[in-house]
């Protein structure tokens, strides 16, 4: 190390990690980053261009490869090796981690939308949770800068719940499916609006990026770097300012701080050599994630943090969300036999249907606060290792039936807004720890019935836009049933809640603990 002179140390690789590094070298600065997965090249290691023909069982997912043999995750997951974390009594909670450079770049859907003037003051507008302490235009001229830099596609629609990027910024988004023209055609009729999805994949080069040539699934991974990554984008470009250097498989354990309790570096354990590591630095950005970002705050007692570094206000690991999630889907008439060619664009939706009820809520209409969207899919995709179950018999007339249905599916994925709650937050289990001998997280989590009654619009809307394309949809679940369990979206949140003031969060509106 003594080659390398830093005064900025970046803990994680992935959306923010990467983001703070590149933007720091480029300024002169000379910057680690610790990463606590392996290291990772997807223009080698990517099996974008394997078929799931080539895979045990059709390319199934397994224990180990959650969504897929080819996920581009490839060491994490679920459950990650020595890595335990516990849920408390009656919780239940998944916690999904990317151990490799990268993080969870990676494996992300690429959307990318931006929150709305609704998003940044919502305890105004409805009395719940928290007013971020910033406006949209504060953040409007740096939503544009990032759009630009990482790549986003997609369209200025006018939509309420979607703000309009500057002229020139966005790339043109994909031509519509047919599926999703129907789809859209059916909500339409409702006075509901499908608009195209932004999605950070190049549909132009970029830089020493290639555009996405529409030919494999974007959750194998991207060589080419259309699908954005911060290990094709982000982190070369920052390695070829010379100001940064990276530390793979570096398990951080806590941040260092001095007797005057000011913070001085950090704690890291090798996770090779289970050896451990003290590097100083001037600034340090925690960038692991939400959750464990607050566990290392946790994990940094000391006498002068006694509750945990920058945990004054108690606020380290509470205010954690997940999106909502409930899917519903069913085989339109429409689409049945009819005659098969590349439907592959993008992988997932080109189209999507943003929240379209802030008037309903505001004339006090609807018994839930915030919202949600549907991403919709459908049409021909690469065959897997099943089809819907209500096929029957045997030989060529189930050959038949299948290929008929093939193409013929469409879905209704809901992702939604949870509120903060007192029964939801994360700390620490001081009973149990990982094999580098750090305490793990332990998980509280519990759905509130804002969430719920927003699952319970959810279905019976998307129910009914199916109806309107003919399909023949059977009786709704509940919404205890129908909603994702506690993280199983991936979109955990929260935990070190920014505000206006240190009584009642855990850093400013710039990100700076307290």
């Known amino acids: 190390m003594s080659d390398f002179k830093h005064k ?54 397994n ?32 916690w ?61 629609t006018g939509h309420e719940d979607m703000p309009d990027s500057s002229p ?27 608009v195209p999805m932004h999605r950070a994949v190049l549909t132009r080069p970029k830089d ?3 555009a996405c040539f529409y030919a494999t699934p974007c959750g194998s991974g991207c060589s080419i770097g259309a699908a954005f990554q911060t290990t094709t984008s982000l982190l070369p470009m920052a390695k070829a300012t010379g100001n940064l250097k990276v530390i793979t498989d570096a398990m951080v354990k806590s941040v260092k701080v001095d007797e005057q309790g000011k913070v001085t570096g950090v704690t890291y354990v090798d ?41 004054s206000s108690g606020q380290v690991g509470r205010n954690l969300m997940d999106s909502t999630g409930a899917w519903l889907g069913a085989q339109i008439p429409a689409l049945k036999g009819r005659p098969r060619y590349n439907e592959d664009g993008h992988t997932a939706n080109h189209l999507f249907i943003p929240w379209w009820g802030h008037q309903a809520q505001a004339n006090n209409e609807l018994d839930f606060p915030r919202g949600y969207h549907f991403e919709i899919g459908g049409g021909f995709r690469q065959p897997g290792s099943g089809v819907s179950g209500d096929k029957q018999g045997y030989g060529p007339a189930l050959k038949q039936q299948i290929r008929d249905a093939y193409g013929s599916y469409v879905g209704f994925a809901l992702r939604g807004e949870m509120l ?50 003919g399909a023949t949809v059977g009786e709704l679940p509940p919404a205890e049933k129908a909603i994702s369990k506690g993280g199983e979206i991936i979109h955990e949140v929260g935990t070190t809640r920014m505000g206006s003031s240190k009584k009642d969060s855990v850093t400013n509106q710039w990100g700076q603990t307290w």
Request: glycine content about 10%; charged content about 25%; proline content about 6%.
């Open 8 to 61: 900025v140390l970046v803990v994680g690789s992935g959306a923010g990690g990467a983001m703070a590094a590149y933007t720091l070298t480029k300024l002169g600065h000379k910057v680690l980053l610790l990463e606590a997965g392996r290291n990772y090249d997807p223009k080698t290691e990517s099996p974008m261009f394997r078929r799931n023909n080539e895979a045990p069982l059709m390319g199934a997912g």
């Open 63 to 94: 224990k180990d490869k959650n969504f897929g043999f080819y996920d581009a995750t490839v060491d994490g997951g679920w459950q990650v090796p020595d890595e335990p974390y516990t849920s408390a009594k009656g919780s239940d909670f998944y």
């Open 96 to 156: 999904w981690r990317a151990r490799m450079l990268g993080g969870r770049t990676n494996h992300w859907g690429r959307y990318s939308l931006r929150f709305s003037e609704h998003d940044f003051k919502g305890k105004s507008r409805d009395g719940h949770g928290a007013d971020w302490p910033f406006e949209y235009a504060d953040l409007a001229p740096w939503y544009d800068k990032t759009e630009e830099l990482v790549g986003v596609c997609g369209t200025n």
């Open 168 to 194: 020139g910024i966005l790339q043109p988004p994909p031509k519509p499916r047919v599926p999703e023209l129907l789809i859209a055609a059916s909500a339409k009729k409702m006075g509901i609006q499908a």
């Open 208 to 210: 020493d990026r290639m």
């Open 271 to 311: 996770k090779h050599t289970v050896s451990e590591h003290a590097i100083d630095a001037d600034v340090v950005i925690l960038a692991a994630s939400a959750c464990e970002s607050a566990r290392i705050l946790l994990n940094s007692k000391n006498k002068k943090h006694p509750k945990g570094l920058a945990n």
């Open 420 to 469: 903060p709650n007192k029964d939801t937050y994360m700390e620490i289990d001081e009973n149990v720890k990982d094999k580098w001998g750090i305490p793990v997280s332990k998980f509280h989590f519990k759905w509130s019935d804002r969430e719920l009654k927003q699952i319970e619009h959810g279905l019976k809307t998307a129910k009914q836009i199916l109806e309107n394309m």
